[in-house]
T-cell receptor, first 115, second 110 residues
Framework: DSGVTQTPKHLITATGQRVTLRCSPRSGDLSVYWYQQSLDQGLQFLIQYYNGEERAKGNILERFSAQQFPDLHSELNLSSLELGDSALYFC??????????????FGQGTRLTVV | DQQVKQNSPSLSVQEGRISILNCDYTNSMFDYFLWYKKYPAEGPTFLISISSIKDKNEDGRFTVFLNKSAKHLSLHIVPSQPGDSAVYFCAAINTDKLIFGTGTRLQVFP
């Protein structure tokens, strides 16, 4: 158990809909990262938050947004869903961001299926 | 633009032998590298890391080698065990981003 909790574990929704994925980081971790893993693909970095503020952005679509709340949990919002958005979405957390060269701990992921 | 590349999508090794997983990168500004292991239906778990000021780091059966001039790193697993069968991701740190390769699926057979 990494200490990072993601909910829900599975989500099935229709095209055009909007979903929210939730992540609770490890206790004491200030940074949260979101990754997308499509079928047979690597982990694509989406976005990072540090202590409530956006710190780094990757290949995140405009239809996607995220935020980190004062209690440090994070939500990833995916809207106008398309079939190609079906993927595993992982959240990870670390103590102080990667500037400290510390490893990130991953949750078990949310499997999103868009039908 | 794939800054971290794992060119071998899969590797099959006999139990007890050495597994060598390779990773290449393009950005010379990367200063820290990590290997993660992933089982199906689970999130990646940290395995071992290496700073760019070192060329080798060892942890039990796992050793990571870094060749900065070639922008190449490798993970050696000796001896390989069936429980090592998983997908292995190489990752590099660029400022605050942890950038992953596409992974190599290792299968260790008896």
């Amino acid at each position: 158990d990494s200490g990072v909790t993601q909910t829900p574990k599975h989500l099935i929704t229709a095209t055009g809909q909007r979903v929210t994925l939730r992540c609770s980081p490890r206790s004491g971790d200030l940074s949260v990262y979101w990754y997308q893993q499509s079928l047979d693909q690597g982990l694509q970095f989406l976005i990072q938050y540090y202590n409530g503020e956006e710190r780094a952005k990757g290949n995140i679509l405009e239809r996607f947004s995220a935020q980190q709340f004062p209690d440090l949990h994070s939500e990833l919002n995916l809207s106008s869903l398309e079939l190609g958005d079906s993927a595993l979405y992982f959240c990870a957390s670390s103590v102080d961001g990667m500037r400290g060269n510390t490893e990130a701990f991953f949750g078990q992921g949310t499997r999103l299926t868009v039908v | 633009d794939q800054q971290v590349k794992q060119n071998s999508p899969s590797l099959s090794v006999q139990e007890g032998r050495i597994s060598i997983l390779n990773c290449d990168y393009t950005n010379s500004m990367f200063d820290y590298f990590l290997w993660y292991k992933k089982y199906p239906a689970e999130g990646p778990t940290f395995l071992i890391s290496i700073s760019s000021i070192k060329d080798k780091n060892e942890d039990g059966r796992f050793t990571v080698f870094l060749n900065k001039s070639a922008k190449h790193l490798s993970l050696h697993i000796v001896p390989s065990q069936p429980g090592d069968s998983a997908v292995y991701f190489c990752a590099a740190i660029n400022t605050d981003k942890l950038i992953f390769g596409t992974g190599t699926r290792l299968q260790v057979f008896p």
